[in-house]
């Protein structure tokens, strides 16, 4: 199975500042036809997990474009340009390079 | 509207059956790939399962194999979850979510699974 182990696991943060999650995994997540194949989750409290980025750098619908997702191979940051108060929450790196899927640890992001 | 909501949560003694629904709506159901994820609050996320558009195909985490089935009944736009031979570390919430062919891009309410004697 292919571990994912993001850092930090928590991330104090202060609004209007960057930030910035990082997440690696055991096996390359890149595919023959030149996709990784690397998402990011937003958990905000009391909701589901909700798609923020796929394919280590395509923002889903509707995600704010303060968001943006990065890298290839093994090695993938997830950045938040400048933060506001509505982004806290527990966020994962998931891959579904091959089953079984998994996720990072998570990391959970609170206003300072 | 993309939704899903799923239902069929409860408590259930260990060894003990459930089966969980996830009513689709909202999108073309039999186009694409569907999820169960599970979540044990104040833990991670863990993927559970998959099934293919037309439901042949199956996919278990090694924790559930053997003990869960995942179907889809694409006339009716719903997937579901049997669970059977519970145990007590299989309590979480249960989220069903729908592919988007790389990712998992709409996430139902999710249903509470506790199995306590």
């Known amino acids: 199975d292919i571990v994912m182990t993001q850092s930090p696991l928590f991330l104090p943060v202060t609004p209007g500042e960057p930030a910035s999650i990082s997440c690696r995994s055991s096996?390359?997540?890149?595919?023959?036809?030149?996709?990784?194949?690397l998402a990011w989750y937003l958990q905000k409290p009391g909701q589901s997990p909700q798609l923020l980025i796929y394919?280590?750098?395509n923002r889903a619908s509707g995600v704010p474009d303060r968001f943006s997702g990065s890298g290839s191979g093994t090695d993938f940051t997830l950045k938040i340009s400048r933060v506001e108060a509505e982004d806290v929450g527990v966020y994962y790196c998931?891959?579904?390079?091959?089953?079984?899927?998994?996720f990072g640890q998570g990391t959970k992001v609170e206003i300072k | 509207e993309v939704q899903l909501v799923e239902s069929g949560g409860g408590v259930v003694q260990p060894g003990g059956s459930l089966r969980l629904s996830c009513a689709a709506s909202?999108?073309?159901?039999?186009?694409?790939?569907m999820h169960w994820v599970r979540h044990v609050p104040g833990k991670g996320l863990v993927w559970v399962s998959h099934?293919?558009?037309?439901?042949?195909?199956?996919t278990y985490a090694d924790s559930v194999k053997g003990r869960f089935t995942v179907s889809r009944d694409n006339a009716k736009n719903m997937l579901y979850l049997q669970m059977d031979s519970l145990r007590a570390e299989d309590t979480a919430i249960y989220y069903c979510?729908?592919?988007?062919?790389?990712?998992?891009?709409?996430w139902g309410q999710g249903s509470m699974v506790t199995v306590s004697s």
């Open positions: 979510a729908k592919s988007n062919n790389y990712a998992l891009d709409i």
């Open positions: 909202g999108f073309t159901f039999t186009s694409y790939f």
């Open positions: 099934i293919s558009t037309d439901g042949r195909i199956a």
């Open positions: 096996q390359s997540l890149l595919q023959s036809n030149g996709y990784n194949y």
């Open positions: 394919l280590d750098s």
């Open positions: 998931m891959h579904t390079r091959q089953t079984p899927y998994t």
